[in-house]
Protein backbone atom coordinates (compact mmCIF):
# COMPACT_ATOMS: atom_id res chain seq x y z
CA UNK A 1 0.00 0.00 0.00
CA UNK A 2 1.57 2.99 -0.50
CA UNK A 3 2.27 5.90 1.39
CA UNK A 4 0.76 9.85 0.38
CA UNK A 5 0.53 11.67 3.48
CA UNK A 6 3.43 12.42 5.84
CA UNK A 7 3.21 14.96 9.11
CA UNK A 8 5.77 16.80 10.34
CA UNK A 9 5.27 17.53 14.35
CA UNK A 10 6.79 21.73 14.23
CA UNK A 11 5.03 22.83 17.18
CA UNK A 12 7.83 22.81 19.57
CA UNK A 13 9.18 26.30 21.06
CA UNK A 14 12.74 25.56 20.19
CA UNK A 15 14.04 26.92 23.66
CA UNK A 16 17.28 25.47 23.07
CA UNK A 17 18.07 27.84 20.85
CA UNK A 18 16.68 30.90 22.67
CA UNK A 19 16.72 33.80 22.27
CA UNK A 20 16.36 33.90 17.98
CA UNK A 21 13.42 31.45 18.26
CA UNK A 22 11.42 33.87 20.06
CA UNK A 23 10.03 35.20 17.14
CA UNK A 24 11.74 32.60 14.36
CA UNK A 25 10.40 29.06 13.93
CA UNK A 26 13.47 26.68 15.02
CA UNK A 27 12.70 24.90 11.71
CA UNK A 28 13.39 28.01 9.82
CA UNK A 29 16.83 27.82 10.86
CA UNK A 30 19.25 27.95 8.14
CA UNK A 31 21.17 24.91 7.03
CA UNK A 32 23.36 25.77 4.37
CA UNK A 33 21.30 27.63 1.80
CA UNK A 34 17.60 26.44 3.15
CA UNK A 35 15.70 26.19 6.27
CA UNK A 36 15.83 22.70 7.79
CA UNK A 37 12.27 22.24 7.39
CA UNK A 38 13.23 22.22 3.58
CA UNK A 39 15.02 19.19 3.60
CA UNK A 40 12.35 17.12 5.14
CA UNK A 41 9.64 18.23 2.88
CA UNK A 42 12.36 17.52 0.06
CA UNK A 43 12.37 14.21 1.29
CA UNK A 44 9.08 13.38 2.06
CA UNK A 45 8.09 14.67 -1.54
CA UNK A 46 11.07 12.55 -3.06
CA UNK A 47 9.35 9.69 -1.27
CA UNK A 48 6.18 9.60 -3.06
CA UNK A 49 4.67 11.73 -0.06
CA UNK A 50 2.87 14.62 -1.89
CA UNK A 51 0.17 15.58 0.98
CA UNK A 52 2.17 17.46 3.73
CA UNK A 53 0.81 18.45 7.01
CA UNK A 54 2.09 20.35 9.59
CA UNK A 55 1.41 19.92 12.97
CA UNK A 56 1.72 23.33 14.16
CA UNK A 57 1.87 26.23 16.51
CA UNK A 58 0.72 29.47 17.00
CA UNK A 59 4.64 30.69 16.83
CA UNK A 60 4.82 29.31 13.73
CA UNK A 61 3.57 31.32 11.26
CA UNK A 62 7.14 32.29 9.80
CA UNK A 63 7.20 28.19 8.05
CA UNK A 64 3.29 29.13 6.44
CA UNK A 65 4.81 32.36 5.12
CA UNK A 66 8.07 30.32 3.44
CA UNK A 67 5.84 27.94 1.75
CA UNK A 68 3.08 30.69 0.70
CA UNK A 69 3.70 32.62 -2.46
CA UNK A 70 5.34 36.04 -1.94
CA UNK A 71 3.84 37.92 -5.09
CA UNK A 72 5.75 41.11 -4.35
CA UNK A 73 9.06 39.35 -4.27
CA UNK A 74 8.26 37.27 -7.47
CA UNK A 75 7.46 40.66 -8.80
CA UNK A 76 10.77 42.45 -8.04
CA UNK A 77 13.07 39.50 -8.97
CA UNK A 78 11.21 39.21 -12.57
CA UNK A 79 12.05 43.15 -12.62
CA UNK A 80 15.25 42.84 -12.11
CA UNK A 81 15.90 39.63 -14.53
CA UNK A 82 16.83 37.73 -11.77
CA UNK A 83 14.55 34.77 -13.04
CA UNK A 84 16.84 31.52 -11.65
CA UNK A 85 16.08 33.06 -8.16
CA UNK A 86 12.49 33.72 -9.57
CA UNK A 87 11.87 30.44 -10.71
CA UNK A 88 13.25 29.03 -7.30
CA UNK A 89 10.88 30.85 -5.30
CA UNK A 90 7.96 29.58 -7.60
CA UNK A 91 9.29 26.03 -7.33
CA UNK A 92 9.08 26.23 -2.97
CA UNK A 93 5.62 27.41 -3.39
CA UNK A 94 4.45 24.56 -5.73
CA UNK A 95 6.53 21.64 -4.05
CA UNK A 96 2.82 20.21 -2.33
CA UNK A 97 -0.36 20.35 -1.15
CA UNK A 98 0.65 21.64 2.69
CA UNK A 99 -1.79 21.82 5.15
CA UNK A 100 -1.19 23.41 8.17
CA UNK A 101 -3.20 21.97 11.72
CA UNK A 102 -2.92 23.53 14.92
CA UNK A 103 -1.55 21.63 18.27
CA UNK A 104 -3.65 24.15 20.67
CA UNK A 105 -0.95 22.42 23.84
CA UNK A 106 2.69 21.14 24.00
CA UNK A 107 1.55 17.25 25.17
CA UNK A 108 4.23 15.72 23.68
CA UNK A 109 5.00 14.29 20.50
CA UNK A 110 2.31 11.28 20.60
CA UNK A 111 -0.48 13.98 21.01
CA UNK A 112 0.94 16.11 17.81
CA UNK A 113 0.75 12.58 15.49
CA UNK A 114 -2.96 12.75 17.36
CA UNK A 115 -3.55 15.68 15.89
CA UNK A 116 -3.04 14.44 12.23
CA UNK A 117 -5.65 11.63 12.79
CA UNK A 118 -8.47 14.06 10.67
CA UNK A 119 -6.42 14.04 7.93
CA UNK A 120 -4.78 10.28 8.13
CA UNK A 121 -7.38 7.97 10.52
CA UNK A 122 -8.23 5.68 7.32
CA UNK A 123 -4.61 5.25 5.87
CA UNK A 124 -0.91 4.75 6.64
CA UNK A 125 1.28 7.97 7.02
CA UNK A 126 4.29 9.18 7.30
CA UNK A 127 6.08 11.08 10.01
CA UNK A 128 9.26 13.37 9.83
CA UNK A 129 10.69 15.22 12.72
CA UNK A 130 12.13 17.50 10.96
CA UNK A 131 15.54 17.98 13.79
CA UNK A 132 17.00 14.98 12.17
CA UNK A 133 18.21 15.59 8.57
CA UNK A 134 19.43 13.25 6.53
CA UNK A 135 21.65 13.43 3.73
CA UNK A 136 21.48 9.50 1.73
CA UNK A 137 21.13 8.22 -2.08
CA UNK A 138 17.71 7.00 -1.35
CA UNK A 139 15.76 9.48 0.43
CA UNK A 140 15.58 7.30 4.13
CA UNK A 141 11.40 7.53 3.87
CA UNK A 142 11.68 5.73 0.98
CA UNK A 143 13.59 3.36 2.71
CA UNK A 144 11.03 2.77 5.22
CA UNK A 145 8.09 2.48 2.57
CA UNK A 146 9.40 -0.31 0.68
CA UNK A 147 10.04 -2.18 3.42
CA UNK A 148 5.89 -1.28 4.33
CA UNK A 149 4.83 -2.06 1.03
CA UNK A 150 6.68 -5.50 0.84
CA UNK A 151 6.51 -6.62 4.38
CA UNK A 152 3.16 -4.31 6.16
CA UNK A 153 2.76 -3.06 8.84
CA UNK A 154 4.21 -0.06 10.75
CA UNK A 155 8.18 1.12 10.14
CA UNK A 156 9.98 2.88 12.13
CA UNK A 157 14.15 4.33 11.38
CA UNK A 158 16.73 2.75 13.55
CA UNK A 159 20.36 3.44 14.53
CA UNK A 160 23.10 1.57 16.02
CA UNK A 161 24.45 4.15 18.76
CA UNK A 162 27.21 4.33 21.19
CA UNK A 163 27.12 3.41 24.65
CA UNK A 164 26.94 6.78 25.98
CA UNK A 165 24.02 8.04 23.30
CA UNK A 166 21.33 5.22 24.63
CA UNK A 167 19.87 7.04 27.48
CA UNK A 168 19.01 9.85 24.51
CA UNK A 169 16.98 7.97 22.64
CA UNK A 170 13.86 5.12 22.52
CA UNK A 171 15.70 1.86 21.95
CA UNK A 172 14.28 -0.99 20.58
CA UNK A 173 14.21 -4.75 21.85
CA UNK A 174 14.21 -6.72 18.43
CA UNK A 175 15.48 -9.60 16.17
CA UNK A 176 17.01 -8.58 12.18
CA UNK A 177 14.87 -11.04 9.98
CA UNK A 178 16.68 -9.72 7.23
CA UNK A 179 20.11 -7.87 6.52
CA UNK A 180 19.48 -4.68 8.42
CA UNK A 181 15.65 -5.14 8.93
CA UNK A 182 14.33 -5.85 12.29
CA UNK A 183 11.05 -6.98 13.77
CA UNK A 184 10.66 -5.01 16.93
CA UNK A 185 9.23 -6.79 20.35
CA UNK A 186 10.04 -3.84 22.33
CA UNK A 187 11.20 -0.52 23.06
CA UNK A 188 11.80 1.51 25.77
CA UNK A 189 12.35 5.75 26.00
CA UNK A 190 15.45 6.81 27.07
CA UNK A 191 16.71 3.88 28.94
CA UNK A 192 19.86 3.98 31.46
CA UNK A 193 22.99 1.42 29.15
CA UNK A 194 22.15 -1.15 32.29
CA UNK A 195 18.29 -1.24 31.31
CA UNK A 196 18.96 -0.94 27.72
CA UNK A 197 17.70 -3.83 25.71
CA UNK A 198 20.03 -3.15 22.73
CA UNK A 199 21.74 -0.43 20.81
CA UNK A 200 19.72 0.00 18.11
CA UNK A 201 17.63 3.85 19.24
CA UNK A 202 14.79 4.92 16.87
CA UNK A 203 15.42 7.90 14.72
CA UNK A 204 12.84 10.48 13.25
CA UNK A 205 11.46 8.72 10.62
CA UNK A 206 8.39 6.52 10.59
CA UNK A 207 5.25 5.02 8.53
CA UNK A 208 2.35 4.76 11.23
CA UNK A 209 -0.78 2.61 11.09
CA UNK A 210 -4.40 4.45 11.28
CA UNK A 211 -4.61 2.26 14.43
CA UNK A 212 -1.91 4.42 16.47
CA UNK A 213 -4.41 7.04 16.89
CA UNK A 214 -7.27 5.22 18.82
CA UNK A 215 -3.81 4.08 20.90
CA UNK A 216 -2.90 7.54 21.66
CA UNK A 217 -6.43 8.79 22.08
CA UNK A 218 -6.81 6.60 25.15
CA UNK A 219 -3.16 6.96 26.40
CA UNK A 220 -2.40 8.77 29.79
CA UNK A 221 0.66 10.98 30.08
CA UNK A 222 4.08 9.22 30.08
CA UNK A 223 7.62 10.19 30.69
CA UNK A 224 7.95 13.93 31.22
CA UNK A 225 3.96 14.53 31.45
CA UNK A 226 3.83 14.31 27.54
CA UNK A 227 1.79 11.89 25.08
CA UNK A 228 5.03 9.46 24.48
CA UNK A 229 4.64 8.17 20.41
CA UNK A 230 7.27 5.21 21.90
CA UNK A 231 4.41 3.89 24.70
CA UNK A 232 1.51 3.95 21.72
CA UNK A 233 4.63 2.31 19.43
CA UNK A 234 5.35 -0.66 22.19
CA UNK A 235 0.86 -1.32 21.63
CA UNK A 236 0.90 -1.07 18.49
CA UNK A 237 3.57 -4.13 18.20
CA UNK A 238 1.03 -6.38 19.86
CA UNK A 239 -1.10 -5.77 17.38
CA UNK A 240 0.21 -5.60 14.54
CA UNK A 241 3.93 -6.09 13.01
CA UNK A 242 6.09 -3.33 13.77
CA UNK A 243 9.44 -3.33 11.81
CA UNK A 244 13.13 -1.50 12.09
CA UNK A 245 14.97 -0.27 9.31
CA UNK A 246 18.66 0.59 9.80
CA UNK A 247 18.56 3.21 7.36
CA UNK A 248 21.55 3.87 4.61
CA UNK A 249 22.70 7.57 5.22
CA UNK A 250 24.34 10.27 7.32
CA UNK A 251 21.81 11.85 9.87
CA UNK A 252 22.77 15.71 11.34
CA UNK A 253 20.72 16.47 15.02
CA UNK A 254 19.68 20.17 14.37
CA UNK A 255 17.69 20.19 17.58
CA UNK A 256 21.02 21.38 19.08
CA UNK A 257 22.93 24.66 18.56
CA UNK A 258 26.38 21.98 18.67
CA UNK A 259 24.35 19.70 16.05
CA UNK A 260 22.91 22.65 13.73
CA UNK A 261 26.14 23.99 13.81
CA UNK A 262 28.22 20.86 13.07
CA UNK A 263 25.76 20.03 9.85
CA UNK A 264 26.44 23.23 8.89
CA UNK A 265 29.49 22.90 9.02
CA UNK A 266 29.54 19.12 7.16
CA UNK A 267 27.34 20.14 4.48
CA UNK A 268 29.35 23.49 3.55
CA UNK A 269 32.33 20.94 3.25
CA UNK A 270 30.28 18.98 0.75
CA UNK A 271 29.97 21.98 -1.81
CA UNK A 272 33.06 22.92 -3.32
CA UNK A 273 32.39 26.93 -3.42
CA UNK A 274 32.20 26.79 0.68
CA UNK A 275 34.13 24.10 0.96
CA UNK A 276 37.29 26.68 0.28
CA UNK A 277 35.53 29.09 2.98
CA UNK A 278 35.73 26.70 5.99
CA UNK A 279 39.46 25.73 4.91
CA UNK A 280 40.05 29.36 5.02
CA UNK A 281 38.13 30.09 8.31
CA UNK A 282 40.16 26.82 9.68
CA UNK A 283 43.46 27.68 8.70
CA UNK A 284 43.57 31.09 9.61
CA UNK A 285 42.04 31.01 13.45
Not at 200 to 221: D, H, K, T
Amino acid sequence: MSVSKCLFPVAGLGTRFLPVTKELAKEMLPLVNKPIISYGVEEAISSGCNNIIMISGRAKRSIENYFDRSFELEELLKARGKMELYEEMIKISNMAEILFIRQREPLGLGHAVLCGEPVCKNEYFGVILPDDVFVSEEPVMSQLIKVHERLGGSVIALEYVEPEDVSRYGIVDSKEIEPGIHKINDMIEKPSLEKSPSRYAIMGRYVLSPLIFPILAGQNAGAGGEIQLTDALRKLAGIEPVYGVVYRGRRFDCGTQKGWLAANVALAMDNPELREVILNIVNNK
